[in-house]
């Protein structure tokens, strides 16, 4: 078994030299196969529907912008030439086993590793974001409904503004008053540095109060409403938490049984592992695994408020 592990991995590697394969190259090539360059028809109805951009290459631009907004932008050629390699090392080690009906599961579970521990550092980063942004909005709007600055109300209140919106806010006044002689777009250039669609209606509010100041009236409700968000989510990760236990506890016991049945029974375990009709029933475990594990992460993410 090590032998031919050790095998395979000189022969990866071998053909990665031979190739002349490189990061940069594996990601710029991943990139240009799952996304489809949209065509005018498209953009149109696009435009027209108002609809986000929907498949694997819509995913992977999201987490390149995501990890741009950690400071990890680097990392996504990383995650990217880290997936490829995993999915090939997850089809040899079905391979190894004897059982090919393994290689589909296996091959996208071990691909998935990277993205999995790069999904979760941007969800600490969105939840630190989006607890600093209910403070933030909240002290800056209470500042500009006395004032009616927007420019003195974010400078009166930045030293009590944590990171990363802090490096938001200090981005905006500089450029509103060294690059970009408009509030407004200087207004419209804040609203692209965080992809939160409550903090975008605040942005649109504040470019509509250059010119007309009655409009301050309306910030304090779209504040509010991270607010009420926030509960929501706090509420739903509690419920979601033991859904995610059942899920995880149910994987648990159907990959537990394996080596229980070697236990129970000898021939029931051989029968599985060694013939035929056990390894298609292995693979389509397999399968099935790794897609409830996708609808999983799907029906249990948080809330997001959207107009």
């Known amino acids: 078994m090590i032998l031919p592990m050790i095998a395979s991995v000189f022969l990866i590697i071998a053909i990665v030299c031979f190739l002349n394969l490189t990061p940069q190259q594996i990601t710029q090539d991943l990139s240009s196969v799952v996304s489809k360059k949209p065509n005018i028809r498209d953009r149109a109805r696009a435009l027209r529907a108002g609809k986000k951009k929907k498949g694997l290459g819509a995913k992977l631009e999201y987490l390149q912008s995501a990890l741009k907004a950690c400071g990890k932008e680097g990392m996504f050629t990383f995650v990217c030439s880290s997936a490829l390699v995993l999915f090939a090392v997850g089809a040899v080690v079905a391979v190894l086993i004897n059982n090919v009906f393994l290689i589909p599961a296996l091959s996208v579970a071990f691909a998935m590793i990277p993205f999995v521990y790069v999904r979760n550092i941007i969800n600490i980063y969105e939840k630190q974001t989006k607890e600093e942004l209910e403070t933030a909005l909240s002290i800056i709007t209470t500042s500009y409904s006395r004032d009616g600055n927007i420019i003195m109300a974010v400078q009166e209140n930045l030293p009590h503004i944590k990171p990363p919106l802090k490096e938001c806010f200090t981005a905006f006044i500089g450029d509103a008053m060294a690059v970009s002689s408009s509030v407004k777009q200087a207004l419209y250039n804040l609203k692209k540095k965080v992809d939160d669609e ?106 997001e408020f959207k107009r």
């Open 198 to 303: 409550i903090f975008r209606e605040w942005v649109d509010t504040l470019i509509q109060c250059q010119d007309n100041q009655e409009m301050k009236d309306t910030l304090q409700p779209i504040v509010s409403k991270l607010t009420d968000v926030r509960i929501v989510n706090s509420e739903l990760n509690t419920m979601m938490s033991a859904v995610r236990t059942e899920y995880y506890t149910m994987v648990g016991l159907v990959v537990g049984n394996i080596p229980l049945l070697y236990v129970l029974n000898k021939d029931w375990f051989h029968t599985l592992i060694f013939e035929t009709p056990g390894k298609i029933v292995l693979g389509v475990c397999g399968i099935v695994i790794v897609v409830t594990y996708f609808f999983m992460l799907k029906f249990t993410k948080p809330v």
